[in-house]
């Protein structure tokens, strides 16, 4: 056995008190070391981040965000020192992003509805946590999507497109600000990073995973991840007709016994449509240079993914329809984009085509 995952094995039998053993790794990241192992009571999960201040920042948010969400792994101990966390062990049921890329429509349709619904539950049940979850963590991580959105827009609008200031747009991005005001009314604690393959389908329903990037926002930015769908993630393809409305719908529906003030309209949509402004043009921020290196894949190895000039012009091409009627400073500005690409990124930009679990009904 390699001596650092021996460490690990003795480092988790201490937090849980209990012989850790019979190691098999689940792949993690740099960002973390994660392994399945065997107790006396059963399969664990253990967790480690490496060392530094962004770690253990990580780390802090893990343990918080277990603590605090439904329909998570239990958290059954954390090492402080030593940045390491022991959880239930969920199984080798299938992620969102499997049924997807599956080939069984109805599993996919059914699933994505029962996750969405799951994950307002999560949320819904959080609010009034927040608190909790700030104290567990030290401090709220200060981090508003706004400013990232801020940040990308004027990259695309400056460097990229060399557009003149807009002052519509100016003021629309002083909106997207107001969703990053905390209200208790609005607040949930979010695992954040909601992905597809960050959830996992379990006999008990669907678990989140990857708490990470746990935090407190508007749960708007939540629903965006149904609106769009996916805000943040690299398994981006086109949904069948009315699927985000099904989902978007099935989201509202579930949060609304636990936030009824949060999901009343006119109010609500413009908080989902300003979410996703946000987050479109946050990942515009993130993802243009690797667009204009042209790299091949956003998605991990082995797997349907754009790329990532595919994902930011999917993107932008969405927003711009989207978005015209409520944000119509941000659309235009996307629009202008998406018609950059046409133009520049030519067939390297072309759409992604359907998600595969539904390609045979198109």
Known sequence: MHPVTSELLHLASVALALPVTDPQPLGGSDRSEVLRCRTPTGSVVVKRYPAGDA????????????????????????????????????????????LLLGEDPRRAWDGALDWVGA????????????????????????????????????????????LDADPVLDAELDLLETLDHRNPASDVVSPTDTCPDNAIRTPDGWRFLDLEGATVHHVAY??????????????????PPGFTDRLLDRFT?????????????????????????????????????????????????????????QLL?????????????????????????????????????????????FARDE
């Open 55 to 98: 770690a253990r920042r990580a780390w802090a948010r893990e343990v918080a965000g277990l603590r605090t969400l439904a329909h998570t792994p239990d958290l059954l101990a954390a090492d402080d020192e030593h940045r390491v966390v022991v959880m239930s062990d969920l199984g080798d049921g299938p992620t969102l992003a499997a």
């Open 119 to 162: 994950l307002a539950d999560a949320l819904g049940r959080s609010h009034g946590t927040t608190e909790t979850f700030a104290a567990a963590l030290g401090d709220v991580p200060d981090d508003p999507t706004s400013a990232a959105a801020r940040a990308g827009a004027r990259r695309l609008q400056d460097d990229v497109l060399g």
């Open 222 to 239: 939540d629903a965006a991840y149904a609106a769009m769908p996916f805000s943040t993630c690299w398994c981006v393809f086109d949904p």
């Open 253 to 309: 529906t579930a949060l609304a016994p636990h936030l009824p003030d949060a999901v009343r309209e006119p109010g609500w949509t413009l908080a989902v449509d300003r979410a996703c402004a946000a987050w479109i043009l946050a990942m515009t921020g993130w993802l243009i240079d690797g667009a204009d290196e042209d790299r091949p894949r956003v998605g991990p190895p082995g797997v349907p993914s754009p790329s990532y000039r």
């Open 313 to 357: 012009t999917t993107r932008w091409r969405w927003g711009a329809v989207r978005l015209r009627a409520t944000l119509p400073g941000v659309a235009g500005l996307l629009g202008a984009a998406a018609a950059w690409a046409d133009e520049e990124w030519g067939e390297s930009a072309a759409p992604v085509g359907p998600y595969r679990a």
